[in-house]
């Protein structure tokens, strides 16, 4: 009986998945009935989101990669609120699982890890610093780049078993990155007319010193979730028994 | 255009593989191993379809922090499956 309707809900799920998936517009089609009204003057542009993204990107933000521009600029508030998700996350991860020293010893990871993690890690966080620094350039931004950080730290406590983050500086960097980007929010009610609007100089386009508050906004978020996600599996690490 | 369809075809097999692979075995340590495999696979398929963000992102987290947490969980626990 279990068997069938699992079977039942299944192939109810499988059969949305299909109708929705034929649903999606063909890539490379730009139209769409939704319409771009400008959310500061509210004026109507006679054209459709997707292809005002498309085409208008470049002027209003300087920023050459599009999906950045979006996720920062037009969709700022939405980042902001995903930034948040993260940290409260962490400080759930780090409420339940505080301080769980010592526990059964690990085994010393062998030579060749040892070394070599050692070998790889300056160059995994300069690859992790690079894609956010160029958020606004090349694909990545602020949370691949962290993740990637993140990681360069998950391979150094692999093969040490006593490495260990230090909580204070991580949580500074954590905390001030956090304030920058909402400060850069405030700064743009300040200097220009709403939350997270941009107020620094557009620059030319293509150029690292481009595109306002982008590469602000992804540095701060690089660090940010860079230091939240090493804590957490620094916290993981700890309770281990 | 011919090729473009066969890797498609070969990683798309490769991830169901994977998937089930991880449902169904009794060793959750290997199980790990598949998903993150899986879930390795799946961003060289986003690069594929020109969404070199999605790929970096699911590479670094899919593949790397996810799998590091459930080895993690799994050395607290288990590693078998009861």
Do not use: C
């Not at chain 2, 593989?17 to 799946?42: F, N, P, Q, R």
């Not at chain 2, 594929?48 to 947490?69: C, N």
Request: net charge neutral.
């Amino acid at each position: 009986m279990r068997k069938v309707a699992a079977i039942v809900i299944a192939s109810a799920f499988f059969a949305i998945l299909l109708i929705s998936f034929y649903q999606i517009p063909q890539s490379g089609y730009s139209g769409s009935e939704y319409y771009y009204s400008n959310p500061i003057t509210g004026s109507h542009a006679n054209e459709s989101v997707p292809s005002h993204y498309i085409s208008g990107t470049k002027n209003e933000t300087g920023a050459v990669n599009a999906v950045t521009a979006i996720v920062v600029e037009y969709r700022g508030f939405d980042t902001l609120g995903e930034v948040t998700v993260l940290f409260t996350a962490a400080t759930g991860v780090a409420f339940l699982l505080h301080k769980g020293k010592g526990g059964k010893k690990r085994a010393e990871a062998n030579l060749i890890l040892r070394e070599g993690s050692k070998l790889v890690l300056p160059f995994i966080l300069l690859a992790g610093a690079y894609i956010f620094i160029h958020g606004h350039l090349t694909p990545g931004g602020g949370f691949p780049g962290g993740a990637v950080i993140a990681s360069g730290f998950l391979l150094m406590m692999l093969s040490y078993p006593k490495f260990f983050m230090k909580e204070k500086p991580v949580s500074i960097t954590e905390s001030f990155a956090g304030i920058t980007f909402a400060v850069i929010g405030l700064l743009g009610l300040l200097f220009a007319s709403s939350f997270l609007e941009n107020f620094l100089p557009l620059g030319n386009a293509g150029y690292l010193l481009s595109a306002g508050i982008i590469p602000v906004i992804y540095i701060a978020i690089g660090f940010k979730v860079g230091s939240e996600l090493s804590s957490i599996a620094d916290k993981l690490k700890e309770v281990q028994k | 255009m011919i090729e473009f369809t066969i890797i498609s075809w070969i990683m798309a097999l490769l991830v169901i593989g994977a998937a089930i692979y991880a449902i169904e075995t009794k060793d959750l340590l290997s199980s790990a191993i598949a998903a993150g495999v899986a879930s390795l696979v799946v961003s060289i398929m986003f690069l594929i379809l020109q969404a070199p963000d999605v790929a970096i992102t699911e590479a670094s987290i899919g593949a790397g922090l996810t799998m590091a947490i459930f080895v993690y969980a799994i050395g607290k626990t288990g590693r078998w499956e009861k």
